[in-house]
């Protein structure tokens, strides 16, 4: 298991960006795939984006495609979520996962075994 600590989550305007952080320790990543995922009030926890440590690989959901960006930072145990052009409805408590053996692809929550603790990002119109 890997230990997951996400940041950076905070109120921000209509149309704002947020980056998000989230750290890893107790084991090397290098053969995960890592993602973020996101859950609203009354909603059900939702995949958002997935990176695929060892080949870079990215995938995104429709809804943030052109507006979120995965990225990793091999040195830092870093996975990041820059976020753009904001809407209120993005509005929910994002986490940070991470699994050996999780797809790259069309990632469900079950497909993750380390999860964080989440971060809420709110987006005020």
């Known amino acids: 298991q890997v230990q997951l600590v996400e940041s950076g989550g905070r109120l921000v305007q209509d149309g704002g960006s947020l980056r998000l952080s989230c750290t890893a320790s107790?084991?090397?990543?290098?053969?995960?795939?890592m993602g973020w995922f996101r859950q609203a009030p009354g909603k059900e926890r939702e995949f958002v984006a997935a990176?695929?440590?060892?080949?870079?690989?990215?995938y995104y959901a429709d809804f943030v495609k052109g507006r979120f960006t995965i990225s990793g930072d091999n040195a830092k145990n870093t996975v990041y979520l820059q976020m753009n052009s904001l809407k209120p409805e993005d509005t929910a408590v994002y986490y940070c996962?991470?699994?050996?053996?999780?797809?790259?692809?069309?990632?469900?929550?079950?497909?993750?075994?380390?999860w964080g603790q989440g971060t809420q990002v709110t987006v005020s119109s």
């Open positions: 996962a991470g699994d050996r053996y999780a797809p790259i692809f069309t990632p469900s929550r079950h497909d993750f075994g380390s």
């Open positions: 107790g084991r090397t990543f290098s053969s995960y795939t």
């Open positions: 990176i695929r440590w060892s080949s870079g690989r990215t």
